[in-house]
Protein backbone atom coordinates (compact mmCIF):
# COMPACT_ATOMS: atom_id res chain seq x y z
CA UNK A 1 0.00 0.00 0.00
CA UNK A 2 1.36 3.09 -1.11
CA UNK A 3 1.92 6.23 1.41
CA UNK A 4 0.80 9.51 -0.74
CA UNK A 5 1.79 12.91 -0.21
CA UNK A 6 -1.16 15.69 0.11
CA UNK A 7 -0.75 19.64 0.21
CA UNK A 8 -3.67 21.43 1.26
CA UNK A 9 -4.57 24.29 -1.70
CA UNK A 10 -4.97 27.19 -0.23
CA UNK A 11 -5.73 27.58 3.71
CA UNK A 12 -5.20 24.24 6.62
CA UNK A 13 -6.83 23.76 9.79
CA UNK A 14 -4.87 24.64 12.45
CA UNK A 15 -4.18 20.98 13.82
CA UNK A 16 -3.50 20.09 10.51
CA UNK A 17 0.49 21.01 8.51
CA UNK A 18 0.41 22.17 4.87
CA UNK A 19 1.85 18.73 3.70
CA UNK A 20 0.78 15.60 5.03
CA UNK A 21 1.10 11.61 4.53
CA UNK A 22 -1.66 9.58 3.43
CA UNK A 23 -1.50 5.35 3.31
CA UNK A 24 -3.83 4.63 0.55
CA UNK A 25 -4.45 1.66 -1.65
CA UNK A 26 -3.70 2.08 -5.29
CA UNK A 27 -7.24 1.32 -6.23
CA UNK A 28 -8.48 4.93 -4.18
CA UNK A 29 -9.12 7.71 -5.68
CA UNK A 30 -7.25 10.80 -4.33
CA UNK A 31 -8.63 12.74 -1.78
CA UNK A 32 -9.95 16.26 -2.36
CA UNK A 33 -10.49 17.19 1.42
CA UNK A 34 -8.05 16.89 3.98
CA UNK A 35 -9.96 14.43 6.47
CA UNK A 36 -8.65 16.37 9.31
CA UNK A 37 -9.92 19.72 8.69
CA UNK A 38 -11.79 19.68 5.51
CA UNK A 39 -10.24 21.81 3.31
CA UNK A 40 -9.41 21.11 -0.34
CA UNK A 41 -6.00 19.06 -0.66
CA UNK A 42 -4.19 18.15 -3.95
CA UNK A 43 -1.64 14.71 -4.45
CA UNK A 44 1.99 15.59 -4.62
CA UNK A 45 4.02 14.13 -7.13
CA UNK A 46 7.07 11.75 -5.04
CA UNK A 47 9.55 9.91 -6.28
CA UNK A 48 10.23 7.98 -3.05
CA UNK A 49 8.63 4.86 -2.67
CA UNK A 50 7.14 3.76 0.65
CA UNK A 51 7.55 -0.28 2.56
CA UNK A 52 5.14 -0.52 4.81
CA UNK A 53 5.05 -3.71 6.72
CA UNK A 54 2.41 -5.39 7.80
CA UNK A 55 1.71 -5.28 11.64
CA UNK A 56 2.42 -9.07 11.48
CA UNK A 57 5.73 -8.76 10.32
CA UNK A 58 6.56 -5.51 12.76
CA UNK A 59 5.30 -7.82 15.49
CA UNK A 60 6.83 -11.12 14.61
CA UNK A 61 9.23 -12.07 17.71
CA UNK A 62 12.33 -12.29 15.15
CA UNK A 63 11.95 -8.73 14.10
CA UNK A 64 11.43 -7.54 17.75
CA UNK A 65 14.77 -8.97 18.73
CA UNK A 66 16.28 -7.79 15.62
CA UNK A 67 15.74 -4.17 16.72
CA UNK A 68 16.31 -5.05 20.61
CA UNK A 69 13.12 -5.52 22.29
CA UNK A 70 12.01 -8.63 24.49
CA UNK A 71 8.19 -9.94 23.64
CA UNK A 72 6.50 -12.06 26.46
CA UNK A 73 3.15 -14.06 25.66
CA UNK A 74 0.81 -14.98 28.51
CA UNK A 75 1.71 -18.75 29.32
CA UNK A 76 -1.54 -19.22 32.16
CA UNK A 77 -1.16 -18.93 35.61
CA UNK A 78 -0.10 -15.69 36.05
CA UNK A 79 3.36 -16.28 33.91
CA UNK A 80 4.75 -14.86 31.36
CA UNK A 81 6.96 -16.84 28.74
CA UNK A 82 9.41 -15.21 26.46
CA UNK A 83 8.98 -15.41 22.86
CA UNK A 84 11.81 -13.03 21.69
CA UNK A 85 14.70 -10.97 22.76
CA UNK A 86 16.78 -10.96 25.96
CA UNK A 87 15.99 -11.72 29.67
CA UNK A 88 14.79 -14.43 31.93
CA UNK A 89 12.96 -17.38 29.97
CA UNK A 90 9.47 -16.80 32.24
CA UNK A 91 8.33 -13.86 34.43
CA UNK A 92 5.53 -13.84 36.69
CA UNK A 93 2.40 -11.15 36.93
CA UNK A 94 3.86 -10.02 40.33
CA UNK A 95 7.13 -9.01 38.92
CA UNK A 96 5.41 -6.87 35.98
CA UNK A 97 3.42 -5.10 38.53
CA UNK A 98 6.13 -3.37 40.70
Do not use: W
Not at 5 to 28: N, P, T, W
Request: charged share 35%; aromatic share 10%; hydrophobic share 30%.
Amino acid sequence: MPLYKYEHSDVCGADCDMIFEELQDRSEAPLEKCPRCGQPVRRRFDFRVASVKSERDMLSPKNLAKHGFTQYKKSGGGFYEKTAGDGPQVISADKLQR
